[in-house]
């Protein structure tokens, strides 16, 4: 019961369809286990009742909210919302990101709507939730903050803006955790490498148009750590870490969970960029 009495508002605990599960859906399971109280926010208000639905099976306390990540408005309304019902809010978790569903490219294939698309999804709506989570925080003079962001950050990867996006975030966490460490907030973001997620798997089954069998056998083959691919609750259990008394003094992070994916950057004669 490592979060025992803690509320948390998980932005993303919805999943894109497919097979498996998703980060924010294990998140969500993970923290609930552990003694949390969830507010799950998706702009799937279906996909985030589904995940409602799972961790009250499983005995925890959550329920949804309806929230778009590109509008400020609905952010702000879900932090409030949340506070309203507990009176504090102990963990924020932002599980959003786009890449080649939301037209991400090579330069030159690049085109403004979709940096515009990426930049609203992976990087305003992250600073839209802290803008208006981090006043209740402060007074409260605690709180947790957790980002997700990818190895696509550190690594040579094509696809513009999604590695932008993602960089850029990391350097948003630290400047969150800086500056409001006197409050008794921390901030620190997980790098997740080559998952198998539906968000992940389903994009390149459909582009590439072999089976999900094939593409999840070429990604298992560049994963170092036993040559197999990690999954939602590699992520769920780092975040649940980062969220727990046990990192009570660890702020502004980029903990990579890539099964070493970050190490064997470069030596892959023929590497192929499908991560997260």
Same mark, same amino acid.
């Given at each position: ?5 803690k ?9 894109s /369809?497919?097979? +498996?599960?998703?980060?924010g ?9 552990e003694g949390?109280?969830?507010m799950?926010?998706?702009?799937n ?18 329920f949804?909210?309806?929230a ?29 990101g ?7 490219? /090579? ?17 305003r709506?992250v600073?839209?939730?802290c ?11 605690? +709180? ?9 950050a ?6 513009v803006?999604?590695?932008a ?10 400047q ?21 997620? /539906? ?34 609750w ?22 990579l969970?890539?099964?070493?994916g970050?190490?064997?950057i ?11």
């Amino acid at each position: 019961m490592r979060l025992e009495g803690k509320t948390a508002i998980i932005i993303g605990a919805g999943q894109s /369809p497919g097979e +498996g599960m998703g980060n924010g859906r294990a998140t969500a399971l993970r923290f609930a286990q552990e003694g949390a109280r969830i507010m799950a926010v998706d702009r799937n208000l279906e996909s985030a009742e589904e995940t409602v639905a799972v961790v009250k099976k499983a005995g925890g306390d959550c329920f949804a909210f309806e929230a778009d990540v590109t509008k400020e408005a609905t952010l702000a309304a879900a932090i409030a919302a949340g506070h309203k019902r507990w009176g504090h809010i102990d963990i924020l978790h932002y599980n959003v990101g786009v890449s080649l569903a939301g037209g991400d490219a /090579p330069l030159l294939n690049f085109t403004e709507e979709a940096f515009d698309h990426l930049c609203a999804v992976n990087l305003r709506g992250v600073i839209m939730a802290c803008k208006h989570v981090i006043p209740i925080m402060r007074q409260q003079r605690s +709180g947790a903050i957790i980002m997700i962001s990818s190895l696509a950050a550190l690594e040579n990867y094509p696809y513009v803006g999604y590695k932008a996006t993602k960089a850029a975030m990391i350097a948003f966490m630290q400047q969150v955790a800086i500056h409001n460490a006197e409050f008794g907030i921390r901030a620190n973001a997980i790098l997740p490498g080559l998952m198998e997620t /539906p968000m992940a798997i389903e994009p390149r089954v459909r582009a590439s148009g072999k089976s999900h069998q094939e593409v999840v056998a070429e990604r298992n083959t560049r994963v170092p750590l036993r040559h197999k691919m990690g999954t939602a609750w590699d992520v769920a259990n780092a975040a649940l870490f980062l969220a727990s008394d046990e990192a009570n003094f660890i702020t502004g992070v980029p903990l990579l969970v890539d099964g070493g994916g970050a190490i064997n950057i470069g030596t892959h004669p023929n590497p192929t960029y499908q991560h997260q």
